[in-house]
């Protein structure tokens, strides 16, 4: 069995695991993300709705999934453009209804052309509609048109939806939890990621402009087959590592300046995210060491507290202790580690959490707390860690020789079953690792 009849099984299983926990007689609605237009009629490149993506592995645009469990005709059914010659001289070629039942394992496919017509019969009936209400206006009106035609009918006996759902719940519940193919994927992309950032590391050099490391970032995504960047790429010397998301990328990096580089490229559609610090000249100054070694051993304590079972503010709380009680014994903080912590001293430096969800998404989808408490780390969640000090150049408070210093240490970790697992690797991140990798490839 082909690799791609694998994914459109697990696809198949996705839609089913969500229509087993939908409310009985009701329909759901995904639909594909719609073009953007970049400048006047120049698009910007396409790229298909993580939702929409997830329960169909569909990537053209202009196409609906309606899903109606229970439904004896077919449950799962796609609504896409019709093949068309002419059209795809121009854009390429079209699936077309036929081939996206057959090749995604739909129960039935239909023209788009035909949905205003057919689609209202799919609802007429069904006592719920879920979909994701506020995310599209035009959708949400045109959900809207569609109930509208079976209300119109009601004294002819149509029985019309009485209740409209968030599927959000639902649907990125199941996306919270990757599978063994997306945890795949995701190793794929972050390998992809970690040799780029090993190519700007030992090309970083007094002079590069950051724009040209950015290049190089995306030479490597590009040419190990990623279609882009998960986000967009944060190339930052000397004080720009001080702007959490600075992304202008126009500087000259100039010697004894530390290089925060923040990027990570999609890979079938998942994401990764990796941060390094490291010294364009080759070497930490003394002031810049010490603040790295703090950050790396923030990073650290955090990763250990990411466990099946502990709370998923954990890491965050692991790496405030290890920051505060640093930025202590440097002299940047002044009091008791235990009472900084309580007035949240440390968010003069370090003003983020710990990390976010990965997976189709960048900051990917699912809740961080349940009924108002931190839930539970699970096997199959994926979460960055990715703490940071940033000393600001115009803090006066500070001795001089520390303003201006921005570090920030970012890995992709999963949970196991027994612990965690770095999905980033290969890059160098010790101290001793950065300044041998960066004098082994001088030139």
């Known amino acids: 069995m082909t690799a791609t009849s694998n994914l459109c099984r697990e696809i198949k299983v996705r839609r089913r695991e969500l229509m087993a926990q939908m409310e009985p007689n009701s329909i759901a609605l995904i639909a594909s993300a719609p073009p953007r237009i970049r400048n006047k009629d120049a698009e910007y490149r396409y790229r298909q709705d993580s939702d929409f993506y997830y329960l169909t592995g569909f990537v053209e645009d202009n196409a609906l999934l309606a899903l109606l469990p229970g439904r004896k005709q077919g449950e799962e059914i796609l609504f896409c453009q019709e093949k068309d010659s002419t059209k795809e001289l121009w854009s390429g070629v079209l699936m077309g209804p036929a081939a996206a039942r057959c090749e995604l394992g739909l129960d039935d496919a239909f023209p788009i052309s035909d949905i205003d017509e ?66 795949s994927l995701m190793e794929q992309a972050a390998r992809i990621s970690a040799e780029a950032h090993r190519r700007v590391m030992a090309l970083c050099r007094p002079g590069i402009k950051e724009y040209e490391m950015e290049a190089e970032l995306w030479h490597e995504f590009v040419r190990n087959g990623s279609q882009a960047p998960a986000y967009n790429s944060i190339v930052a010397a000397g004080n720009n590592a001080c702007i959490l998301h600075y992304i202008s990328n126009k500087a000259e990096v100039k010697k004894g300046d530390l290089v925060l580089i923040d990027a990570g490229c999609e890979f079938e559609h998942y994401a990764s995210d990796i941060t390094r610090t490291f010294p364009a000249s080759g070497k930490f100054s003394p002031e810049q060491k010490a603040i790295y070694e703090i950050v790396l051993a923030a990073q650290e304590a955090a990763i250990a507290a990411v466990q099946p079972g502990a709370p998923c503010d954990d890491p965050h709380e692991a790496s405030v202790k290890i920051i505060t009680k640093g930025l202590v014994n440097l002299g940047l903080l002044k009091g008791r580690p235990a009472e900084l912590i309580k007035k949240e001293a440390h968010k003069e430096f370090y003003m983020h959490r710990i990390g976010h969800w990965l997976g189709l998404d960048v900051h990917d989808v699912g809740d961080y707390k349940i009924d108002d408490a931190w839930r539970l780390l699970e096997a199959g969640m994926v979460t960055t860690i990715e703490p940071g000090i ?44 950065i300044e041998h990798f960066m004098s082994s490839t001088a030139h």
Do not use: Q
């Not at 759902?165 to 199941?174: G, M, P, T």
């Not at 201006?404 to 160098?428: K, Q, Y």
């Open 118 to 183: 057919i689609l209202p019969g799919l609802i007429e009936g069904r006592d719920r509609i879920y979909y994701a209400m506020g995310k599209d206006d035009n959708f949400d009106d045109k959900v809207m048109e569609w109930v509208k035609v079976i209300r119109s009918k009601v004294k002819l006996g149509s029985h019309p939806p009485g209740e409209f759902l968030v599927l959000d719940y639902l649907l990125h519940e199941l996306r919270l939890f990757k599978s063994k193919t997306e945890i």
């Open 390 to 433: 940033y000393i600001a150049p115009d803090n006066a408070r500070v001795a001089k020789k520390w303003r201006g210093i921005g570090v920030r240490i970012e890995d992709d970790v999963l949970v196991t079953r027994t612990g965690n697992r770095i999905l980033s690797t290969g890059i160098p991140k010790t101290v001793a690792e």
